[in-house]
């Protein structure tokens, strides 16, 4: 008589996620399809209707800016209302202004001006979707399954925005500038047909069972709380802060890429990029494998080896100026960055309360975009201190000495104890 092999049979299962988490990922899949088409659409429809490079990168710089000024709005509103309505409402909007962009691009009347416009509100529209996105996966997902839910939150991101809305934009631009913005403006339907069918009450605080009173009514008193809160906490403060000075360093790091990979490593507008791909593959390969291992060691330990990765590949681009090397590099900061936010908003997610959630979710991201654009900032502040090449090295060296020194300062301040003493607090029942 045959046996089956034990490993068959005494190997674990992953928990399932549920049909919530699946209709949630599938709205968050085909909106940053979406966004995918329009990194691309957006630059190259400005750059058919002006020759100025300086109103093409205007177009650009108008979808992040609302990332800046928008995000703890966005914050206050999704910890006030449903936050499924509020992600549906964001998308109708978005979608609405993307048909009618297409259709200017259709008739030939779109304009510089115009174009700026539609980015600012689409990128306002953008920051309420994925804000509030990210502050209702604990309410659909189980606390012990965080790890493997935002593992595949970040992996859908990154493969959809990377690997398939810039070839699929590029196809679509193939025929027609109008044609692109209309499938993105039936993707972002698509997205808000998924939550149209994701049940559940997901109106903050009525996931809590603990007695905590109700935030204040007025926006500003409900805004000054969030970001209070978050400063007062003894994990989540020093967990901002190093997220933001690490952000810094992948700035100081970005703002010179195209022209170190050009100036410094002699490769061409091909090469570069297959190489900026590179930390993309890392980055997908790393939300698949992370949450296998994440939780069998402590958030301290996965957050001091992300930095250590992220600065032995900063130092090793700035010193070793080879191809080889870059891939290398780019493969593990890939690797590394998704294995922090992998860990980080998963103990966001378990720390923060649901009521407060949306608030400290934007607070944190209003100042990892701040320190974005002060390393965009200090980068170019650099060339012409130094000699070509060691002016587009320095960031590196710059980045990688920052992210040793938050190796050191994460494992002072963010201990085991104090993280798992924080988990304790906010667990279920806790208090």
């Given at each position: 008589m045959s046996q089956s092999?034990?490993?068959?049979?005494?190997r674990p299962r992953p928990e399932p996620l549920g049909s919530g988490f699946r209709r949630l990922?599938?709205?968050?899949?085909?909106?940053?399809?979406?966004?995918?088409?329009?990194?691309?659409?957006?630059?190259?429809?400005?750059?058919?209707?002006?020759?100025?490079?300086f109103m093409v990168a205007l177009?650009?710089?108008?979808?992040?800016?609302?990332?800046?000024?928008?995000?703890l709005p966005a914050g206050v509103l999704g910890d006030r209302v449903d936050r499924r309505r509020l992600m549906m409402a964001a998308g109708g909007i978005k979608a609405s202004l993307l048909a009618v962009l297409a259709a200017l691009a259709f008739m030939g009347l779109g304009s510089i001006p115009s174009l700026i416009v539609f980015a600012l509100l689409v990128g306002v529209c953008e920051v309420f979707f994925d804000n509030t996105a990210q502050s209702m996966l604990p309410t659909v997902v189980p606390r012990s399954r965080l790890e493997r839910a935002n593992g595949l939150?970040?992996?859908?991101?990154?493969?959809?925005?990377?690997?398939?809305?810039?070839?699929?934009?590029?196809?679509?631009?193939?025929?027609?500038?109008?044609?692109?913005?209309?499938?993105?403006?039936?993707?972002?339907?698509g997205a808000v047909a998924m939550l149209f069918v994701l049940r559940g009450n997901f109106r903050a605080g009525d996931?809590?069972?603990?007695?905590?009173?109700?935030?204040?009514?007025?926006?500003?008193?409900q805004l000054r709380e969030g970001v209070v809160w978050l400063w007062r906490h003894p994990v989540m403060r020093p967990m901002a802060l190093i997220t933001g000075l690490s952000n810094l360093g992948a700035a100081l790091m970005a703002s010179v890429m195209v022209l170190f990979v050009q100036d410094v490593l002699g490769a061409g507008p091909q090469a570069y990029g297959l190489l900026m791909t590179v930390a993309a593959v890392g980055a997908v390969a790393g939300s698949v494998v992370i949450p296998s291992f994440a939780t069998r060691m402590s958030v301290s330990t996965s957050l001091v080896l992300s930095l250590t990765l992220m600065a032995v590949a900063a130092l090793?681009?700035?010193?070793?100026?080879?191809?080889?090397?870059?891939?290398?590099?780019?493969?593990?900061i890939g690797f590394a960055s998704m294995w922090w936010n992998i860990t980080a908003i998963s103990l966001f997610g378990r720390v923060i309360p649901d009521r407060l959630r949306s608030r400290v979710f934007s607070a944190h991201r209003t100042l990892s975009w701040g320190m974005l654009l002060l390393g965009g900032?200090?980068?170019?502040?650099?060339?012409?201190?130094l000699g070509r090449e060691w002016s587009l090295a320095l960031p590196f060296l710059s980045a990688g000495l920052l992210e040793t020194a938050l190796v050191g300062i994460t494992a002072l301040v963010l201990t085991r104890r104090g993280v798992d003493e924080a988990l304790a607090r906010s667990a279920p029942g806790a208090g």
């Open positions: 092999s034990p490993h068959a049979t005494d990922l599938a709205a968050l899949g085909l909106g940053n399809l979406g966004d995918g088409i329009a990194v691309v659409a957006l630059p190259w429809y400005a750059a058919t209707i002006t020759d100025d490079p177009v650009g710089a108008a979808t992040r800016l609302p990332w800046l000024l928008f995000a939150f970040q992996g859908v991101e990154r493969v959809l925005n990377k690997f398939v809305g810039a070839p699929l934009a590029g196809v679509l631009l193939a025929v027609s500038t109008g044609l692109a913005f209309g499938v993105q403006a039936l993707l972002i339907l996931q809590e069972t603990s007695e905590e009173p109700r935030p204040a009514s007025s926006v500003w008193s090793t681009l700035a010193l070793l100026r080879s191809v080889p090397a870059f891939m290398v590099c780019q493969l593990l900032a200090l980068a170019r502040f650099s060339e012409g201190l």
